[in-house]
């Protein structure tokens, strides 16, 4: 009972806005929620018509299911609304404030971008772009990114932001999927003070993709060199023989703005699509409601563009709303570890958005690094990327937050495009740990296996109205979209996480359901590592699943069979064996991808239907099935679990 009790007590924490916040929000009317209920496509027409149109929308939505449009018939330009929407009013202002990894700082006046943008809209033309045609961005985190990205979009142009971790068979593999015609790179990136040859890695990707006309290349650094063959072209020329002025394209709302990977539980990544008006509209709404975006803001998202966070809250979302945008190129921890506080307190950051994972590390760290920091110019933290533990979540409130600041678990994917379950800072009560309700205009539910609704309790998450920002599709296979999203109940999206919601209403994620590890914030999807090491010359068999880490919240656990020719030689040094596998997948997919552990055992358990038993598995790799995992390699030990572990079923 006493520890019911304790734990019912830990559930209420709760932080009301303070009333000085919510006097000064931007939506503080409670009001909202039903509202947006009574009229959900009069109040996202509202949203977009903050946006700027070069024809107005004839009907708000189209609902077919699976298949949506929004503001059919509405044309508008992207980087028109990002960047020209703002010239009149906050030409002088900057639109990003870059800090390279070294420590070189620029600003970049919304002027600035708007001549960049253009001139390179105009490159890409000379280069042969054109509207519908797909590029793909495989960059660090430099201004010139972000140019990349809008000048696509100026043009009607597709792009597909590659992820500068990435190998170069992930690479290649994208650029193959999505057929593109041109490269963006850069020569290389820093990461924690080494440099990172990303024009190497292009290069070998780039060998295997015929559909590639053009490599675009930035000089990151000025001793940086390169000899380029004849279909490569350097960024500094194009841009120094472009014109600075370039009509925008001004495509149809539902013009394909970007297409973007991410791992799913079967098969290769899948290229998730966007499209531009109601995409844009999410991405505005949620910033100006959940981060509360003001004029003076600096506001700072710590997402790399390789990430849908970086498209959605770098990029579309604060641009749109004429936000100063931070761009930090590096490391947290470089050159110590207390270098995002002295980002914070030399720019006078006020909105800092970033992922439980980096927060587990600044505890590690140590509060006395932020607390030797003026932050006083902090008043709203943002969480993204996976669940927050209640203690990562107290600890970002008292020492980066200064007790203050609101914090807002917001709750999204790649495939919503924009937030979905967060807090209105200046209206929702937060209780660690919870992303507590759906964003208004969004019908969130929890819902049983039957698709029958749960008011309180747990089971699947589930999106049982259209939005605007939602996923159209995935690139070229439209039904696997059906399958992976629409198949579990009729008409209604299935988020593959599971949730619970308690007697407030507040939803509390729990995780994937599916076959996919959320590694420090990013999905990965266990068959592409399991391919990974099925790769390698010694495996016959792998399966992999995710276990607790301190850190990256979920780390990767692989089981792997020798093949039996390989064994003795494998097993001679299975120290020197295990890290050749973890660099192979680091090697095959980017080092995210790389497993914490790696197990050798003589058998897989699998159920009759011929499927892993992964709970026994992460039961084995987190020690609780088995002391000692060596044992492993005696091929009675997992058949005989798998008999216990099929009773208990
Ligand atoms: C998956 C989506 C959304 C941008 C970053 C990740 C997990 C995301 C939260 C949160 C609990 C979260 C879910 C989701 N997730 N945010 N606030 N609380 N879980 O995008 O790579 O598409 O991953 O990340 O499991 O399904 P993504």
Redesign the pocket.
């Known amino acids: 009972m006493a520890h019911e009790i304790d734990a019912l007590l830990q559930e209420t924490r709760e932080f009301p806005p303070s009333e000085s916040f919510r006097a000064q929000a931007n939506i503080h009317d409670p009001a909202i929620w039903e509202q947006a209920k009574a009229d959900r496509e009069g109040y996202w027409a509202g949203w977009a018509e903050q946006l700027d149109w070069q024809t107005k929308w004839t009907r708000v939505l189209d609902w077919n299911p699976p298949d949506a449009k929004w503001f059919v018939g509405g044309k508008l330009n992207a980087s028109y609304n990002c960047v020209d929407r703002h010239l009149a009013t906050r030409g002088d202002k900057p639109a990003l404030i870059w800090e390279g990894e070294p420590g070189e700082v620029r600003r970049i006046t919304y002027r600035e971008l708007h001549g960049d943008v253009s001139r390179f809209a105009n490159a890409l033309k000379m280069l042969g772009v054109a509207s519908g045609d797909r590029v793909a961005i495989y960059m660090p985190l430099i201004p010139e990114a972000v140019v990349a990205m809008l000048a696509c979009a100026r043009i009607g142009a597709v792009h597909s932001v590659v992820f500068g971790g990435f190998s170069a068979d992930a690479l290649r593999d994208r650029i193959q999927d999505a057929q593109a015609k041109l490269v963006i790179t850069a020569t290389s990136g820093y990461r924690r003070g080494s440099v990172v040859p990303l024009k190497k890695t292009t290069d070998t990707a780039v060998a295997e993709c015929p559909s590639i006309e053009h490599v675009v290349v930035v000089r990151r650094r000025d001793e940086d060199d390169a000899t380029l063959n004849e279909r490569e072209v350097w960024y500094h020329d194009v841009m120094a023989g472009a014109d600075a002025e370039c009509e925008p394209e001004w495509v149809d709302s539902e013009h394909m703005l970007y297409m973007l990977y991410?791992?799913g539980s079967t098969g290769k990544p899948k290229g998730?699509v966007h499209t531009t008006g109601g995409y844009l509209t999410g991405c505005y709404a949620t910033c100006k409601w959940v981060f509360d975006l003001k004029d003076d803001d600096v506001y700072w998202c710590t997402?790399d563009i390789g990430?849908?966070?970086g498209h959605?809250y770098v990029v579309y979302g604060p641009l749109a709303c004429g936000a100063t945008v931070m761009l930090y190129e590096g490391a947290p921890d470089w050159p110590k570890q207390d270098r995002f506080w002295d980002i914070i307190e030399r720019h006078k950051v006020s909105v800092f958005y970033t992922?439980?994972t980096a927060i587990r590390a600044f505890m590690k760290w140590g509060p006395q690094l932020p607390q030797a920091h003026d932050m006083s110019s902090l008043r709203l933290l943002g969480?993204?990327?996976?669940?927050?533990n209640p203690e990562a979540w107290i600890w970002y409130h008292k020492y980066i937050g200064g007790e203050r600041c609101p914090v807002v678990?917001?709750?999204?994917?790649?495939?919503?495009g924009a937030?979905m379950?967060?807090p209105l800072p200046g209206l929702v009560a937060t209780k660690p740990g919870s992303?507590t309700k759906p964003f208004p205009g969004i019908d969130a539910e929890i819902l049983d296996q039957h698709g029958n609704r749960v008011e309180v309790g747990g089971g699947y998450?589930a999106i049982t109205s259209p939005w605007p920002s939602m996923l159209r599709g995935i690139y070229g296979d439209p039904e696997r979209f059906r399958q992976q999203y629409w198949s579990k109940w009729p008409g209604v999206y299935f988020?593959?996480?599971g949730a619970k919601r308690d007697a407030d209403g507040y939803f509390w994620?729990l995780?994937?359901v599916d076959d996919?590890i959320?590694v420090a914030?990013?999905?990965i999807g266990t068959m592409e590592v399991e391919s990974a090491l099925v790769d390698h010359p010694a495996i016959a068999e792998a399966a992999v699943v995710g276990i607790a880490h301190e850190i990256k919240g979920t780390a990767i656990a692989a089981f792997c069979i020798v093949k039996e020719s390989e064994r003795a030689n494998a097993l001679a040094d299975p120290a020197k064996f295990e890290q050749e596998l973890k660099a192979h997948v680091a090697e095959k997919i980017g080092a995210i991808a790389r497993p914490e552990k790696i197990l050798v055992t003589a058998d897989l358990p699998k159920t009759r239907s011929g499927k892993i038993m992964r709970r026994l598995l992460r039961d084995i790799a987190e020690g609780r099935a088995l002391g000692d995992v060596t044992t492993l390699a005696d091929p009675g030990v997992v058949a005989t679990l798998k008999e216990k572990y099929e009773e208990e079923a």
Request: aromatic share 8%; charged share 15%; proline share 5%.
């Open positions: 991410t791992s998730i997402a990430w849908v966070t959605s992922a439980p969480s993204v990327g996976e669940p927050i678990d917001t709750w999204w994917q790649t495939e919503t937030i379950i967060t992303a998450l988020t593959g996480d994620l995780g994937r996919v959320n914030g990013h999905r």
